[in-house]
């Protein structure tokens, strides 16, 4: 019988504390009573070097682990950077995974995301789609490295029994996201190009793509909250998607942030920047049946997210 999840009494380990995912993670166990969290800086603790990850758990023997660190982020970056998308994600979660095997953790969930499915994978997204085609080339490095990171946690239940499980999130927002104006994911871009638009008085804005694509977005509190539930009611080896259910365009979604930051001029679509997947939308039936639901309404979420922003963001 797997053991129960002690939120309160048990050492949690957030690895990636310092992005959007991972400080989520770290107030949702603070809310929920989590007397024991630890977490290093990336500059305390390369997780990229294996002798430093398994020398910090040796010493710190965590119960729970939140693997939430990984090199991230939007279409320009993936295209730009795709050895350090690969190389980065594959090293931090070997020496991760492994480390937390070796060192007893008794829970670990594995952050992977909706950009793993293929590109043309029937909507909306099931899980059992995965791996069913050639994925989106944009982020293939990516997704490859997460791909081996969900298979890996399978590898560990079925050769060593170990407790650990894959969850894969639909696009994110929400405090901490990373607002740089090139290697951000399309929210974070619109939130910072709108807000600066209106602040400068421009007459346009402009959006990459057509506008078409259609994207499920989930702010980082709901994603951590249903982390939270899954390391309490969940332990198989099949990953479990988490998103709200609901798709918008980009263009709609330009149009619902230029609303909230009051913008008045003109949005401009650029056709030369690629519009990645054509749609993303995950079947989050798996999770819901399970009980959980997400709370936090996107028009709501992206005023509350433009409240809390200020020129550090930028
Ligand atoms: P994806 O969900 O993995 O494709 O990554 P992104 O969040 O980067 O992009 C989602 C969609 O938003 C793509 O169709 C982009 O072309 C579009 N998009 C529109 N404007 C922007 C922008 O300013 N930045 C980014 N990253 N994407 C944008």
Redesign the pocket.
């Known amino acids: 019988m797997r053991e129960a999840f002690n939120i309160e009494s048990g050492k949690h380990y957030v690895a990636g504390h310092r992005g959007m995912v991972g400080a989520a993670i770290v107030r949702a166990l603070q809310q929920a009573g989590a007397r024991q969290i630890v977490h290093k800086t990336s500059n305390e603790l390369d997780l990229r070097d294996s002798s430093a990850v398994h020398r910090f758990f040796e010493a710190e023997r965590p119960d729970y682990v939140f693997l939430a660190a990984a090199k991230v982020?939007?279409?320009?970056?993936?295209s730009t950077y795709p050895a350090e998308f690969i190389y980065d994600n594959l090293q931090i979660q070997n020496n991760v995974i492994e480390a937390s095997r070796r060192f007893g953790v008794r829970k670990l969930l594995f952050l992977g995301s909706?950009?793993i499915y293929p590109k043309l994978a029937p909507q909306p997204l099931k899980e059992e789609y995965l791996m069913t085609g050639p994925l989106?080339p944009?982020?293939e490095p990516y997704a490859m490295a997460k791909l081996a990171g969900m298979s890996m946690v399978r590898a560990y239940r079925q050769q060593y029994g170990s407790d650990f499980i894959s969850v894969l999130p639909c696009?994110l927002y929400g405090p901490g996201d990373n607002y740089h104006?090139?290697?951000?994911?399309?929210?974070?871009?619109?939130l910072r190009?709108f807000s600066e638009a209106v602040r400068q008085g421009s007459a346009e804005v402009?959006?990459?793509?057509?506008?078409s694509?259609l994207?499920e977005f989930m702010h980082c509190d709901d994603l951590a909250s249903a982390c939270l539930f899954l390391m309490e009611h969940y332990s198989s080896e099949e990953p479990v998607n988490i998103g709200t259910g609901t798709e918008i365009s980009?263009r709609d979604?330009?149009g619902k942030i230029a609303e909230a930051t009051g913008f008045q001029g003109k949005l401009v679509?650029?056709p030369e920047?690629?519009?990645?997947?054509p749609r993303?939308v995950m079947d989050s039936t798996r999770l819901m049946e399970m009980g959980w639901r997400a709370k936090v309404d996107l028009g709501l979420g992206i005023r509350e997210t433009l409240g809390g922003l200020s020129s550090a963001d930028f």
């Open positions: 982020g939007g279409i320009w970056a993936n909706s950009c989106e944009t982020n696009n104006p090139k290697q951000s994911h399309v929210m974070a871009a619109l190009k402009e959006v990459w793509g057509t506008g694509p994207r980009i979604l330009a679509f650029n920047y690629p519009d990645g997947t993303k």
